[in-house]
């Protein structure tokens, strides 16, 4: 176990080397120039001062060949330092620390909310045999993956804040600007889970352990949350790696639309302001999420599948 | 008086009606066998007799009554009052029956919870004592992958004794299982079942099994009833052509032994072969040193049951795995250490034919591209040579020529192994490799492919390495046995010398196992 826990961490810092490296080659080979940008940003239109830019292009070793370069942020990056953001004047950490624990709230809450909203549906679809109710429920999901984010998130802030004022329409104030944003991110993660596990009941109750556990005298409801949902989860709980990758994703999004500040909106603004730094923490924190999530899912599995447990086989 | 009785019963899938007007009785505490091969409507019977149709099922006409009520077209809120408590039923295949992701404790105990015979306080002792009864003391932690089948269908008439039921069906309980394991979960179930005076209702495809075990047979072909007696009755004088037929299939252990003069060169040669598997845990020996000559034209039987190594020999016999140490000489070639590139032209002489021909046929292919397969990675002559080659081979396995357009899906079991042994014919092999060939075919069908297999060893001088864990089907086509336990070699010789005589007790054991003895005592009267 703490070898396997090993390897597993050894392959995570090389997928996070591995995607620090791939960002800084791209920005790298990207046509824009930093400096520019930068003395743009401050204001500095029209004229630059040529000194200015050469002191700039020295602070980032702009002009030092691409190993230099890179051995350099290679360096900072080992010891968790990306630079400093070019717009703010602020270390990145310390805007992705800021915004980090606010993304976390919203996509937990999603996360839940999606859970409920998708497992709840997909249950209510296994509980039915048949007929209308359960094709109208079957037909939500991918209605609703192909509702635009932006577009349910305007309809909702249109609702319930304009019209009802239930919710604040922006801003991170108070639990209840978590709502609408957490809504609005979790309806496509919830229909993705709804149709993963409503196809995974569908499939699970045509196995033959239903037919012992029906002539056992198990009623429908019984067989369902005894024998039927666990092992119709275990494909689902792989998909919990990917959903996290669609929150994140989701986040940018959802983020601008409701004016939250959160690590979705960082991508946004730093992506418009070409802020490279800002956008090198960024790809390694998202590397770090999936890093993270995938190996507790792995490390989770083996809890809900017995079979792929270290095996005590006995002997007849 | 009766305790189950089917009047007229008529039960279609769509327009194709699987059961034709049946009748059919079982007296409080008797053991009916219900005889057939498949597609004979029996497995249908036993699910409407449980209420576990499949939906695309429908009682078309008839009557199904269990104790004095009529059940034909109850609900299945109804039928769960009845099912696990009055009504028990042990499904057919143990490895899939369970529920791989709960314990198998849990799932002894929903039984008793759901009927109130226990409560949570006291189902976990009640759960202790019906697994140990099971012969599975203190297991009711394991999950199912970590008991062997079996175990596995002992835990399933745990589970379906548990509320001691008036009535238990068995469907082919035992047709997964090895023929020991077989004789001693349908010893289990006999004597659980005669000590509560349960009545048992045992749907199997292999008259040999319901010979041993039931006090009346009742025989089944498309859908009707074509005899029905006490067991003694349809054995000693069958009424009826077809039973006289099932009869003949099922395999015997009197049957004079195939015999070959002796002095035939060797064409396989394992010399003390052994294969080990490195695994985290350490090391496990599949095979021990084993010794095993196949000569030209003759048939050698590999015999044991699941886990005794006869299929790793199979691979390394066919070279498709290496050895951990010793030799494979085949026709006085070593090919222990030959290349990829260096066994390829040898491929073409030895051709495995496997044990299911449900997944060794590919179905997307017609049949005629499955037997062009090997024709075709040989480079045999041009496309309407291969053709023709086919359709000769299908001939040779007794298929109609039409067969060469169809799918393998379209056939039945018996007929896909034909193909499969069609496609091992196709290079003009020298010897084949028969790993359970007929174990997964109904007992009439099994004894038509042993029987084509004989026949084409005579027309074409083929060896065979046939593996089996039934005794009584490797005495019908090899002329020499070899017994295969814990991955060693136990016995060997001429099929005669060993069945006649075994020296080992596990030989004896097995010969012990093979079901249908009284078929053969009461034939012998």
């Known amino acids: 176990m703490a070898r396997y826990l090993a390897r597993r961490v050894a392959q995570g810092v090389f997928v996070l080397w591995a995607a620090f490296t791939a960002s800084f080659v791209i920005l790298y080979l990207l046509p824009s120039d930093p400096v520019e940008i930068m003395l743009a940003s401050t204001g500095s239109m029209g004229e630059l001062d040529p000194a200015a830019v050469a002191a700039l292009r020295a602070e980032y070793h702009l002009d030092d060949p691409f190993y230099v370069q890179y051995g350099i942020a290679l360096g900072r990056f080992a010891r968790g330092d990306f630079g400093t953001s070019i717009p703010q004047r602020v270390p990145v950490t310390q805007l992705i620390g800021e915004a980090f624990p606010e993304t976390l709230r919203l996509a937990a809450a999603a996360f839940a909310l999606a859970l409920l909203l998708g497992g709840g549906t997909a249950l209510l679809a296994g509980l039915l045999r048949g007929g209308w109710a359960r094709r109208l429920l079957l037909s939500l999901p991918p209605l609703l993956v192909s509702v635009p984010s932006f577009w349910a998130g305007l309809i909702l802030l249109q609702i319930f804040s304009f019209r009802l004022g239930w919710f604040p329409a922006i801003g991170n104030q108070g639990a209840g600007s978590v709502v609408l944003p957490a809504v609005t991110l979790a309806l496509p993660t919830a229909a993705v889970i709804a149709q993963v596990l409503a196809k995974s009941l569908l499939s699970t109750w045509r196995e033959p352990f239903v037919v012992t556990a029906r002539a056992k005298g198990g009623s429908r409801p019984g067989i369902l949350f005894r024998d039927v949902l666990r092992h119709a989860s275990l494909p689902g709980f792989t998909l919990v790696g990917m959903t996290v990758g669609n929150l994140l994703a989701g986040a940018i999004v959802v983020e601008t639309v409701f004016s939250r500040l959160g690590v979705g909106r960082l991508v946004e603004e730093a992506v418009s302001a070409q802020d490279i730094p800002m956008i090198q923490g960024l790809v390694v924190l998202s590397a770090l999420v999936f890093v993270v999530v995938n190996l507790a899912v792995d490390l989770v599995y083996p809890l809900l599948d017995p079979r792929i447990r270290p095996s005590r086989a006995v002997r007849a | ?525």
């Open chain 2, 1 to 525: 008086m009766t305790l189950l009785k089917i009047s007229d019963l008529r039960i279609s899938y769509g327009t194709t009606e699987a059961v034709r007007g049946i009748g059919l009785e079982v007296a409080a505490g008797e053991v009916v066998a219900l005889v057939g091969e498949s597609g004979s409507g029996k497995s249908t019977t036993a699910h409407a007799v449980t209420g576990l149709l499949p939906s695309a099922a429908r009682v078309t006409g008839g009557t199904i009554e269990f104790a004095g009520q009529d059940v034909t077209h109850w609900p299945e809120r109804a039928w769960r009052h009845l099912r696990g408590a009055d009504l028990g039923f042990v499904p057919q295949d143990p490895a899939v029956a369970l529920n791989p992701v709960r314990r198998v404790g849990a799932q002894v105990a929903d039984v008793l919870l759901l009927h109130r015979r226990a409560t949570r306080r006291t189902v976990k002792e009640r759960v202790a004592a019906i697994l140990e009864q099971a012969g599975l003391p203190g297991q009711a932690g394991r999950y199912p992958h970590e008991l062997s089948g079996g175990m596995r269908q002992r835990v399933l008439i745990g589970i379906a004794l548990a509320c001691a039921p008036k009535l238990v069906v068995a469907d082919e309980p035992t047709s997964a299982l090895d023929v020991t394991v077989q004789r001693r979960i349908l010893d289990h179930l006999a004597t659980l079942t005669a000590a509560e005076g349960t009545a048992v209702l045992l749907i199997t495809h292999d008259l040999g099994v319901a010979a041993d075990r039931a006090d009346r047979i009742v025989v089944m072909r498309d859908g009707e009833i074509v005899e029905t007696g006490p067991s003694r009755d349809v054995l000693a004088r069958p009424a009826q052509p077809y039973t006289v037929r099932l009869l003949e299939a099922v395999p015997s252990l009197s049957a004079p032994a195939r015999t070959a003069a002796p002095g035939a060169p060797p064409l396989l040669e394992l010399r003390g072969v052994r294969k080990e598997f490195r695994h985290p845990g350490g090391t496990t020996v599949a095979v021990r040193d084993v010794d095993l000559v196949v000569p030209k034209g003759r048939t050698v039987g590999l015999v044991g049951e699941s886990g005794s190594g006869k299929s790793t020999t199979a691979r390394i016999a066919l070279r498709l795995a290496a050895p951990t140490s010793g030799r494979v000489v085949f026709d006085g070639t070593d090919v222990t250490e030959s290349s990829r590139r260096a066994l390829r032209p040898l491929r073409r002489r030895f051709q495995p034919v496997y044990q299911n021909p449900f997944s060794s046929l590919d179905p997307r292919l017609t049949i005629g591209a499955i037997i062009d397969e090997p024709l075709q990675a040989f480079r045999e002559g041009d496309r309407a040579a291969r053709r023709r080659r086919a359709a000769e081979l299908l001939d040779k396995v007794a298929l109609p020529a039409a067969t060469i357009d169809r799918r393998a899906t379209e056939l039945s079991g018996g007929q896909r192994q034909r193909v499969a042994i069609a496609r091992a014919l196709a290079l003009h092999p020298d010897l084949i490799v028969l790993d359970e060939p007929v174990s997964a075919l109904d007992v009439s069908v099994q004894d038509q492919i042993l029987r084509l297999l004989v026949r084409l060893q005579d027309e074409l001088g083929l060896s065979y390495l046939f593996i089996s864990h039934d005794l009584a089907v490797v005495r019908q086509i090899s002329h020499e046995v070899t017994i295969l336990r814990e991955g060693a070699v136990v016995e060997a010789g001429p099929v005669a010398d060993v069945f006649d005589s075994p020296q080992h007790p596990y030989t004896k054991e097995l010969l012990m196992a093979v079901p249908g003895q009284t078929v053969r005592s009461g034939t012998d009267r």
